[in-house]
């Protein structure tokens, strides 16, 4: 099986390493780095490289992840987490479907086309750093008074 493999078995070690060393530290999908390289060096097809892209994920999300659970200087809302989980799930039944039906050289251009837009975002809006305006986030509000309270005393004796 090993014997079959386009490139010696390392360059695929070398690859997730790479990748992995690039989610892990950017927070990116290793799908950036897998992808093109797959298709561009390895000669995979383009639908190969994203499900073997996708495939990879599992395990190194997971690992990456965790990691970060366990950093006290992280914060991880789970609420946040799972919701996303559900709409990611929705997502990808969806994106691969298309993906299926789209034939190898658009998806291609595609691919492309959402990897220049991302960049171009990212180096834009990663001008300084910021700080986080942590009293007008809608997550950290635990609830919200619809009631005015105006001039009424709720002191004994008053």
Do not use: H, S
């Given at each position: 099986m090993i014997g079959q493999l386009s490139n010696p078995w390392?360059?695929?070690?070398?690859?997730?390493?790479g990748a992995g060393i690039l989610s892990g530290t950017l927070g990116i999908g290793a799908g950036i780095i897998l992808v093109p390289t797959l298709v561009l060096v390895c000669s995979f097809g383009q639908k190969s490289a994203q499900g073997m892209s996708l495939a990879v994920m599992v395990p190194m999300a997971l690992v990456g992840a965790l990691r970060y659970w366990k950093n006290p200087q992280i914060e991880m809302n789970a609420v946040v987490i799972g919701l996303i989980i559900c709409g990611a799930v929705a997502g990808t039944l969806a994106g691969?479907?298309?993906a299926g039906r789209l034939p190898n050289h658009i998806l291609g251009k595609v691919f492309a086309v959402v990897m220049v837009i991302a960049a171009v975002i990212l180096f834009i809006s990663s001008s300084g750093p910021k700080q986080p305006d942590v009293n007008n986030s809608l997550i950290n509000q635990e609830s919200v008074s619809s009631v005015e309270h105006g001039g009424i005393k709720n002191e004994p004796g008053t």
């Open positions: 390392w360059v695929f070690v070398l690859l997730g390493v691969t479907e298309l």
